[in-house]
Protein backbone atom coordinates (compact mmCIF):
# COMPACT_ATOMS: atom_id res chain seq x y z
CA UNK A 1 0.00 0.00 0.00
CA UNK A 2 1.16 3.69 -0.22
CA UNK A 3 2.28 5.95 2.47
CA UNK A 4 -0.90 7.48 2.36
CA UNK A 5 -3.23 4.65 2.43
CA UNK A 6 -1.09 3.07 5.54
CA UNK A 7 -2.66 2.51 9.09
CA UNK A 8 0.81 4.79 10.36
CA UNK A 9 -0.74 7.62 8.86
CA UNK A 10 -2.98 7.91 11.38
CA UNK A 11 0.46 9.11 13.64
CA UNK A 12 1.73 12.26 14.27
CA UNK A 13 3.22 13.95 11.22
CA UNK A 14 6.24 13.75 10.92
CA UNK A 15 6.88 10.20 13.41
CA UNK A 16 8.31 7.55 11.57
CA UNK A 17 8.75 4.06 13.40
CA UNK A 18 10.81 1.25 13.59
CA UNK A 19 10.19 -2.16 14.02
CA UNK A 20 12.73 -4.51 15.26
CA UNK A 21 11.95 -8.17 14.56
CA UNK A 22 14.64 -10.87 16.01
CA UNK A 23 14.45 -14.65 16.36
CA UNK A 24 16.37 -17.73 15.83
CA UNK A 25 17.43 -19.34 12.26
CA UNK A 26 14.26 -19.94 10.46
CA UNK A 27 11.60 -18.93 12.31
CA UNK A 28 10.16 -16.91 9.75
CA UNK A 29 11.32 -13.42 10.52
CA UNK A 30 11.46 -12.71 6.63
CA UNK A 31 8.43 -13.72 5.48
CA UNK A 32 6.46 -11.70 8.71
CA UNK A 33 8.90 -9.02 8.30
CA UNK A 34 7.97 -8.46 4.18
CA UNK A 35 3.95 -8.56 4.68
CA UNK A 36 4.09 -5.84 8.19
CA UNK A 37 6.60 -3.78 6.08
CA UNK A 38 3.46 -3.91 3.05
CA UNK A 39 0.91 -3.90 5.33
CA UNK A 40 2.01 -0.57 7.38
CA UNK A 41 3.50 0.77 4.22
CA UNK A 42 7.44 0.77 5.67
CA UNK A 43 10.76 -0.25 4.50
CA UNK A 44 11.81 -3.92 4.84
CA UNK A 45 15.80 -4.23 5.92
CA UNK A 46 16.83 -7.72 6.30
CA UNK A 47 20.06 -7.42 8.25
CA UNK A 48 21.19 -11.11 7.84
CA UNK A 49 21.23 -10.09 4.67
CA UNK A 50 24.41 -7.86 5.32
CA UNK A 51 26.22 -10.75 7.05
CA UNK A 52 25.91 -13.55 4.21
CA UNK A 53 27.20 -10.65 2.14
CA UNK A 54 30.55 -10.72 4.07
CA UNK A 55 30.21 -13.99 4.64
CA UNK A 56 30.52 -14.41 0.80
CA UNK A 57 33.54 -11.88 0.24
CA UNK A 58 35.47 -14.05 3.10
CA UNK A 59 34.75 -17.06 1.28
CA UNK A 60 35.94 -16.01 -2.48
CA UNK A 61 39.31 -14.52 -0.55
CA UNK A 62 40.14 -17.28 1.35
CA UNK A 63 39.82 -15.52 4.66
CA UNK A 64 39.82 -17.76 7.49
CA UNK A 65 36.48 -18.04 9.06
CA UNK A 66 37.53 -18.37 12.46
CA UNK A 67 40.05 -15.70 12.33
CA UNK A 68 39.49 -12.52 13.82
CA UNK A 69 41.83 -10.52 12.91
CA UNK A 70 41.52 -11.53 9.17
CA UNK A 71 37.62 -10.84 9.29
CA UNK A 72 38.33 -7.56 11.01
CA UNK A 73 40.66 -6.17 8.00
CA UNK A 74 38.19 -7.57 5.45
CA UNK A 75 35.66 -5.26 7.11
CA UNK A 76 37.95 -2.10 6.33
CA UNK A 77 37.58 -2.69 2.94
CA UNK A 78 34.22 -3.59 2.60
CA UNK A 79 31.11 -1.74 1.94
CA UNK A 80 27.72 -3.62 1.67
CA UNK A 81 24.71 -1.40 1.35
CA UNK A 82 20.51 -2.53 0.54
CA UNK A 83 18.19 -1.48 -1.82
CA UNK A 84 15.00 -2.62 -0.13
CA UNK A 85 11.49 -2.62 -2.28
CA UNK A 86 8.83 -1.03 -1.06
CA UNK A 87 5.19 -1.29 -1.98
CA UNK A 88 4.23 0.65 -5.33
CA UNK A 89 1.06 1.86 -5.06
CA UNK A 90 -0.34 0.23 -8.17
CA UNK A 91 1.59 -2.96 -7.77
CA UNK A 92 0.82 -4.64 -4.01
CA UNK A 93 3.36 -7.31 -4.99
CA UNK A 94 6.16 -5.36 -5.16
CA UNK A 95 6.42 -5.56 -1.30
CA UNK A 96 7.03 -9.31 -1.39
CA UNK A 97 10.11 -8.74 -3.36
CA UNK A 98 14.18 -9.61 -1.33
CA UNK A 99 16.22 -6.69 -0.76
CA UNK A 100 18.97 -6.16 -3.32
CA UNK A 101 21.97 -6.40 -1.79
CA UNK A 102 25.24 -5.07 -3.26
CA UNK A 103 28.70 -5.75 -2.13
CA UNK A 104 31.17 -3.74 -3.29
CA UNK A 105 28.80 -2.25 -5.48
CA UNK A 106 28.13 -5.75 -6.94
CA UNK A 107 24.71 -7.03 -6.86
CA UNK A 108 24.90 -10.69 -5.02
CA UNK A 109 21.31 -10.93 -4.30
CA UNK A 110 21.19 -14.51 -6.33
CA UNK A 111 24.78 -15.65 -4.55
CA UNK A 112 23.72 -15.61 -1.00
CA UNK A 113 20.69 -17.73 0.08
CA UNK A 114 22.83 -21.48 -0.44
CA UNK A 115 23.91 -23.31 2.56
CA UNK A 116 27.48 -22.45 2.14
CA UNK A 117 26.96 -19.19 2.72
CA UNK A 118 24.34 -19.16 5.36
CA UNK A 119 26.51 -21.50 7.44
CA UNK A 120 29.70 -18.89 7.20
CA UNK A 121 27.43 -16.11 8.23
CA UNK A 122 26.92 -17.63 11.21
CA UNK A 123 30.27 -18.37 11.77
CA UNK A 124 32.00 -14.56 10.77
CA UNK A 125 29.10 -12.46 13.24
CA UNK A 126 30.58 -14.04 16.06
CA UNK A 127 32.76 -11.65 16.07
CA UNK A 128 32.55 -8.46 18.14
CA UNK A 129 34.13 -6.10 16.04
CA UNK A 130 32.77 -7.84 12.87
CA UNK A 131 29.41 -7.07 14.81
CA UNK A 132 30.01 -3.69 15.63
CA UNK A 133 30.99 -2.88 12.15
CA UNK A 134 27.93 -4.23 10.93
CA UNK A 135 25.41 -2.60 14.21
CA UNK A 136 27.03 0.62 12.52
CA UNK A 137 25.94 -0.11 8.94
CA UNK A 138 22.62 -1.07 10.30
CA UNK A 139 22.02 1.92 12.42
CA UNK A 140 23.02 3.97 9.55
CA UNK A 141 20.49 2.50 6.98
CA UNK A 142 18.06 3.00 9.42
CA UNK A 143 18.43 6.38 10.14
CA UNK A 144 15.50 7.80 9.05
CA UNK A 145 12.96 5.40 10.71
CA UNK A 146 10.41 4.10 8.62
CA UNK A 147 11.00 0.63 8.56
CA UNK A 148 11.16 -2.87 9.30
CA UNK A 149 14.27 -4.45 10.62
CA UNK A 150 14.76 -8.21 11.40
CA UNK A 151 18.14 -10.18 12.72
CA UNK A 152 19.44 -10.97 15.69
CA UNK A 153 19.72 -8.38 17.91
CA UNK A 154 18.35 -5.43 16.53
CA UNK A 155 15.67 -4.60 19.48
CA UNK A 156 18.73 -5.48 22.02
CA UNK A 157 21.45 -3.60 20.13
CA UNK A 158 20.72 -2.01 16.93
CA UNK A 159 17.79 -0.10 17.60
CA UNK A 160 17.05 -0.55 21.19
CA UNK A 161 14.61 2.31 21.70
CA UNK A 162 12.27 1.05 19.08
CA UNK A 163 8.72 1.77 19.13
CA UNK A 164 7.96 -2.16 18.19
CA UNK A 165 9.90 -5.42 19.13
CA UNK A 166 8.75 -8.91 18.27
CA UNK A 167 11.08 -11.68 19.02
CA UNK A 168 9.73 -14.73 16.48
CA UNK A 169 10.35 -18.49 17.52
CA UNK A 170 9.79 -22.00 17.25
CA UNK A 171 10.84 -25.19 18.51
CA UNK A 172 14.29 -26.55 16.77
CA UNK A 173 12.12 -29.36 14.90
CA UNK A 174 9.81 -27.08 13.57
CA UNK A 175 11.53 -24.53 11.83
CA UNK A 176 14.39 -27.34 10.81
CA UNK A 177 11.04 -28.88 8.86
CA UNK A 178 10.10 -26.05 8.04
CA UNK A 179 13.14 -25.39 6.10
CA UNK A 180 13.53 -28.48 4.98
CA UNK A 181 10.21 -28.32 2.77
CA UNK A 182 11.40 -25.22 1.57
CA UNK A 183 14.71 -26.70 -0.08
CA UNK A 184 12.45 -28.00 -2.16
CA UNK A 185 11.71 -32.25 -3.74
CA UNK A 186 15.28 -32.77 -4.08
CA UNK A 187 17.29 -31.26 -1.18
CA UNK A 188 20.82 -32.25 -0.98
CA UNK A 189 20.50 -32.96 2.70
CA UNK A 190 17.92 -34.86 4.92
CA UNK A 191 15.75 -33.24 7.36
CA UNK A 192 17.80 -34.76 10.35
CA UNK A 193 20.68 -33.17 8.88
CA UNK A 194 18.69 -29.57 8.55
CA UNK A 195 17.74 -29.82 11.82
CA UNK A 196 21.40 -30.66 13.58
CA UNK A 197 22.81 -27.91 11.76
CA UNK A 198 19.69 -25.47 12.71
CA UNK A 199 20.40 -26.48 16.75
CA UNK A 200 24.26 -25.85 15.54
CA UNK A 201 23.38 -22.20 14.70
CA UNK A 202 21.43 -21.89 17.49
CA UNK A 203 23.92 -22.75 19.94
CA UNK A 204 26.72 -20.51 18.34
CA UNK A 205 23.92 -17.74 18.02
CA UNK A 206 22.56 -17.70 21.81
CA UNK A 207 25.88 -18.29 23.31
CA UNK A 208 28.27 -16.08 21.83
CA UNK A 209 29.88 -13.23 23.75
CA UNK A 210 28.89 -10.33 22.11
CA UNK A 211 25.43 -9.84 21.51
CA UNK A 212 24.11 -13.34 21.70
CA UNK A 213 20.41 -13.82 20.18
CA UNK A 214 17.96 -13.16 23.31
CA UNK A 215 14.77 -11.70 23.50
CA UNK A 216 14.87 -7.35 24.15
CA UNK A 217 13.00 -7.40 27.90
CA UNK A 218 10.45 -5.47 26.20
CA UNK A 219 9.90 -7.19 23.13
CA UNK A 220 6.93 -9.07 22.82
CA UNK A 221 7.05 -13.06 22.45
CA UNK A 222 5.86 -14.34 19.09
CA UNK A 223 5.69 -18.01 19.36
CA UNK A 224 5.01 -19.78 15.76
CA UNK A 225 5.57 -23.37 16.70
CA UNK A 226 1.57 -24.39 15.81
CA UNK A 227 0.47 -21.37 14.12
CA UNK A 228 -0.04 -21.37 10.25
CA UNK A 229 1.21 -18.52 8.50
CA UNK A 230 -1.30 -16.68 8.22
CA UNK A 231 -1.72 -17.07 12.22
CA UNK A 232 1.70 -15.67 12.71
CA UNK A 233 1.14 -12.85 10.54
CA UNK A 234 -2.06 -11.98 11.85
CA UNK A 235 -0.18 -12.26 15.60
CA UNK A 236 2.11 -9.84 14.40
CA UNK A 237 -0.22 -7.64 12.45
CA UNK A 238 -2.25 -7.18 15.97
CA UNK A 239 1.03 -6.75 17.88
CA UNK A 240 2.44 -3.66 15.97
CA UNK A 241 -1.10 -2.45 15.95
CA UNK A 242 -1.63 -2.66 19.55
CA UNK A 243 1.70 -1.14 20.37
CA UNK A 244 0.93 2.03 18.48
CA UNK A 245 -2.52 2.19 19.25
CA UNK A 246 -3.96 1.64 15.83
CA UNK A 247 -7.02 0.00 14.82
CA UNK A 248 -5.49 -1.72 11.34
CA UNK A 249 -7.23 -2.79 8.63
CA UNK A 250 -6.77 -6.96 8.22
CA UNK A 251 -4.31 -7.08 4.70
CA UNK A 252 -5.61 -9.69 2.57
CA UNK A 253 -5.26 -13.93 3.70
CA UNK A 254 -1.77 -14.96 2.53
CA UNK A 255 -2.55 -18.42 0.65
CA UNK A 256 1.68 -19.41 0.46
CA UNK A 257 3.08 -21.76 2.32
CA UNK A 258 5.11 -20.83 5.27
CA UNK A 259 8.48 -20.20 4.13
CA UNK A 260 11.11 -19.49 6.62
CA UNK A 261 14.01 -16.76 6.85
CA UNK A 262 17.34 -16.26 8.21
Known amino acids: MSAEDSPLCALEPGRKI ?6 PAGAGKSTIARHLARHFGLLNL ?14 RVGVPLDE ?9 ETTIRLESSKVEPDNPASGEQENRVFLDDEDVTGLIRNQTVTDAASRVSVFPKVRAWMVRLQQLLAADGGVVMEGRDIGTVVFPHAEVKIFLDAAPEVRGL ?7 PTPPAQAE ?8 RDLRDRNRADSPLKPALDAILLDSTDMTLKEAVEAAEGIV ?3 LNLT ?7 THPYAVGS
Open 241 to 243: AAK
Open 68 to 76: SSGLESLAA
Open 248 to 254: APRAEAQ
Open 46 to 59: ETGAMYRAFALKAL
Open 18 to 23: IIAIDG
Open 178 to 184: RRFDQLG
Open 193 to 200: EVIRDLRA
